[in-house]
């Protein structure tokens, strides 16, 4: 059994899989193994990943989307820790055995993640201040953005296991909907360390793919708020970031004449407008 299991979901990527995979396969850290699920490409990526043979591939006849993948993906993992690795993402060559050594000091730890360094349009660009990262109870800074990088978490396996993984019926902020239902009883541990490459700006990019990304952090807030999971504080916080979102998303429907939409966001706040007014008293 291997210590860790990587996972690389991918869909039409065959003109960057390579870089990713090598990536992966020249780690300093050596005791893991490689899952790359291909979610219903249509190009050269099964000839991209036949040039591996250390990898196990995963095909799935339609494209099923990237949570799916990565749940198809931990189904048949067997390490201890899950790793994942966009394919559009690269790894430095000591990211695991960095965060491996960490672990191994800090038993108790379920969540250990790093910096990166973002490429857009092959040119380097620096991170704005709200993606700052956190050590430690990083619910509330969580809750605005995703500020944790699927490519840059280690994972127990345990603990996907006992949330759920990833929600397949949500198309993009999935990894939001995620690190938001393990924050809220799981502490994550932020290496300072630059240790993945995030390429963006490209078109097959599932943030360029879907206007007004918030409608699903919406949804995340949502169903955590449905559950009845949170204490009384991150409740109030997960209230007043859903009513911050919804006034935005409002802004933008009006624009677009999406009434439905603008309707169902006003009975959103309306219905939880009470649980923000009642944490000021």
């Known amino acids: 059994m291997s210590k860790v299991t990587v996972i690389i979901p991918t869909f039409n990527r065959g003109y960057c899989l390579a870089e990713s995979i090598r990536s992966v396969l020249e780690q300093s850290f050596t005791d893991f193994e490689l899952i790359v699920v291909d979610d219903g490409s249509t190009d050269n990526t099964l ?8 990898v196990k591939l995963i095909q799935l006849e339609t494209n099923q989307g990237v949570s799916f993948a990565r749940n198809r993906g931990m189904d048949e993992a067997r390490g201890e820790w899950i790793a994942f690795l966009d394919s559009d993402d690269v ?3 000591h990211k695991l055995i960095t965060q491996m050594k960490w672990s191994e000091f800090n038993p108790d730890q379920h969540a250990i993640y790093t910096d990166e360094i973002w490429i857009r349009n092959g040119v380097r660009v620096n991170a704005m201040k709200k993606h700052r990262k956190y050590s430690g109870d990083i619910f509330h800074h969580c809750l605005p953005l995703c500020i944790v990088s699927p490519s840059s978490v280690l994972l127990r396996s345990e603990l996907l296991k006992k949330v759920g993984g990833f929600d397949e019926s949500m198309p993009v902020c999935e990894d939001y909907d995620l690190w938001l239902r393990i924050a809220k009883d799981y502490p994550f541990h932020f290496i300072d360390e630059k240790l993945i490459i995030k390429r963006g700006g490209h078109e097959d990019q599932l943030s360029l793919k879907y206007w007004g990304m918030d409608r699903w952090r919406v949804h995340a807030l949502e169903k955590l708020l449905q559950e009845n999971g949170l204490d009384e504080k991150q409740r109030d ?43 000021l008293k």
């Open 47 to 54: 000839d991209v990943v036949r040039q591996f043979p250390a």
């Open 237 to 279: 916080g997960v209230a007043a970031m859903l009513i911050e979102k919804c006034r935005v998303l409002i802004n933008g429907y009006g624009k677009r004449g999406k009434t439905q939409d603008e309707e169902h966001c006003r009975s959103l706040m309306a219905r939880y407008s009470g649980l923000v007014e009642g944490s």
């Open 91 to 93: 790894w430095e060559k």
